[in-house]
Structure formats: C-alpha cells, structure tokens
C-alpha cells in the first residue's frame, strides 16, 4: 500500500477553470498526525510541483505546509489557490487565514463566471536589483545572451514569501524557446535561494507573458507561479513605485497547460494580491 493511497489527496488544476490547463497541486486536508517525512512522500508520488498539506487551528484557521517532490518550499501560490478553492467545495467559500512557513496569508473564495476562484494577500514584498555576474552565469545557464533581455526592464531578486530571480526576455520567440540546463541552473538556484527564476516578456503595460523553471523542485518548469506573481509584483512597484495596479500574467501556454493569473498591487502597503480560479482534475 502507498503512502497516498491511506491519506485523501486532492488534486487540482489551479489558476484555470480548464482540467488539462492550470498548474496542478496535490491537496491533503486533515494532515494531523504526519510527520515531515511522511508528507514528503506523499508529495514524492502525487509528482505535481506541490502538494499542500493543512491542519485546522481553529474557525477560519489553517496551518498549511508545502512539499514538492524532493524538498519543503516556504510558500507556493498555486497550491495555496487549490488549498482554498478545495476548501470552499467542502465548507462554503469566504476568508480564511493560511499560517505557513513564510507567515500568515489571508486567502479568500468566491464564485466566478469560471467556477469557485480564490485569492490569497502575500506577505510584504521587496525586490532588489541583481548581481551583474549573477545574471551572467544564469545566462550561461539558459544558453542566453546577453541581448536576449529585454533592455527596458532590469533583472532583480523579487520577494513574497521566496526568492524569485526576475529576468525580462526581450521576445515572446526568445521566451517560447526557453531550453536550460537543468543541472546547472539548479546549481545556481540553490545557492542564492531563489524558488524560481521567472522570465517574463511584457506584451503591454497589463498583460505579461511567464515561464518559471523550478529545477530546485525536481521539475522542469512550472506551468503557473502564485509565488513568482506576486513576487513579479513586488518588482513592479519598485521600478515603478507603489499603485493601485492590475495586471495579468498568462503562463503554461509553451508547455500545453495555458494558465492565467490576476496580480493586484496596492499604492498604500506591499503585499500583493493574486487571484485565479481552481478545478479539480478527475
């Protein structure tokens, strides 16, 4: 008998309304009573990105911690939205408080024209500009050359609960062809601590293009990154400072599963909010 096949595990397509779109997350609710260990290896054979695992606190209240396959990550976005949205099938939508590893999120659920959608607050954001030979050994890693970036947009280390390398390509072609080195970005990723390096490409002022390799998670890449949204938000607001904004970022489209995510970044704090809908995969 397998680990999961003793615990119920969810799974969900989150930030789509679409089964085969969206990122997947596995969902454990009731996670009383396993150990580290053990809900590692459950994350190991459900296989997504994440799997979320949450303990109830009190009315309204979650603990909630996240292993990917190989390794616990302080926060992940998208199975934070499927964590909520499975919630809200359970017990009804409305506003509940997430305690993870990386401090408390305020999520919420409601009802979309896409089906029961959820959104999470961040924790305060900030975001610095890169080191120069960091950059360059990361390029290295992509096969990118320098004028591969886009030169409007400066690479930076973004936070919202994890590191986030923040690089602009300076075409939706250069994106699309996105080919790394696995080993050697994941060299790279585990020294400075970054979860994912998010490469964007800005067709307008709302609307952004991702991809997120997440080899520090033993997967190629992410096909959606609550975490890296709102991290990408937290670099909007200091290249530009902070606003009443709202924007989109559409993901997953070069690997098959299209997934779209809607950032809102304030003018009066730095948390920033992400929102997208969740369905289950059968």
């Not at 292993?67 to 976005?77: D, H, K, M, Q």
């Not at 890693?141 to 923040?166: K, T």
């Not at 990723?189 to 002022?205: Q, S």
């Amino acid at each position: 008998m397998t680990a999961s096949s003793r615990i119920e595990v969810a799974r969900l397509a989150a930030f789509s309304s679409d089964p085969a779109g969206g990122n997947p997350a596995g969902v454990v609710l009731g996670a009383e009573g396993l150990s580290e260990a053990g809900m590692l290896a459950i994350a190991a054979e459900v296989g997504y990105s994440e799997t979320a695992f949450l303990v109830e606190l009190g009315p309204g209240r979650f603990g909630i911690r996240y292993f990917s396959p190989v390794a616990e990550v302080a926060f992940c976005g998208h199975a934070t939205i499927a964590s909520a949205v499975r919630l809200a099938e359970r017990s009804g939508t409305g506003v509940r408080t997430f305690v993870t590893p990386a401090g408390e999120i305020v999520v919420d659920t409601f009802r979309s024209a896409r089906g029961i959608a959820a959104s999470f607050a961040s924790v305060a954001t900030h975001s610095v500009a890169a080191s120069a030979d960091v950059v360059a050994e990361t390029l290295a890693a992509l096969g990118w050359a320098e004028s591969d970036l886009h030169s409007d947009w400066p690479a930076h280390v973004a936070f919202a609960g994890n590191d986030h390398l923040i690089l602009a390509a300076a075409t939706r072609e250069r994106l699309a062809a996105l080919d790394y080195g696995f080993d050697s970005l994941l060299a790279i990723m585990t020294r400075e601590g970054w979860t994912t390096v998010h490469v964007f490409w800005p067709e307008d002022d709302v609307t952004f293009h991702a991809r997120d390799p997440f080899p520090v998670g033993g997967v190629v890449e992410d096909p959606a990154t609550g975490a890296a949204a709102a991290a990408f938000g937290g670099y909007l607001n200091a290249l530009h400072g902070r606003a009443d904004r709202e924007f989109t970022i559409h993901q997953g489209a070069d690997m098959g599963r299209p997934s779209t995510l809607d950032v809102r970044t304030f003018a009066d704090h730095d948390r920033v909010r992400v929102s997208g809908a969740a369905v289950v995969i059968r």
